[in-house]
């Protein structure tokens, strides 16, 4: 094979390596969430009396202090314990900074949870705001 058909082979390769990608991006559902402030999450919870705060902190952390409500799921927990809660369920989802929030919601949106809030700021801007946490 000569090189001007070599290069033809390689391009043809990466043109349908490209379209079936982009096919297989089309066949998954849409999966996003939504990254809000602390004032936007603290009107969440009170129109949003359903949906579920979970604080993917560690244990000894929640305890120190979280918001009123939450339910602790470490990180660590997450693909162990996602069968706890229903795909269908909105969900806020918070750490201390946003870090390890950002990797739960990953991991939630590989399972088909679509209903996700992320409080990117975590719990330290919540407490800045002036926000409650239980001790």
Known sequence: M???NKRTLV?????????????????????E??????EQ?????????????????????YAQEHIEGAIN????EIDSRLSE??????????CTSGSRSSMAIAT??????TKIYHLPSGIIAWR???YPVIP
């Open 73 to 76: 799921m470490p990180l660590s």
């Open 33 to 38: 969430y939504n990254d809000v402030t602390v």
């Open 11 to 31: 391009i043809l390769i990466a043109v349908l390596s490209a379209l079936a990608i982009f096919y297989l991006l089309l066949q998954r559902p849409h999966l």
């Open 108 to 113: 939630m949106l590989e399972n088909e949870y």
């Open 41 to 61: 999450a603290k009107q969440l919870i009170v129109q949003k009396p359903r949906m579920i705060i979970l604080d993917v902190r560690t244990e000894s952390e």
């Open 128 to 130: 800045k705001a002036g």
């Open 2 to 4: 000569d090189e001007g």
């Open 85 to 94: 809660m229903d795909p269908e369920d909105e969900f806020l989802v918070y």
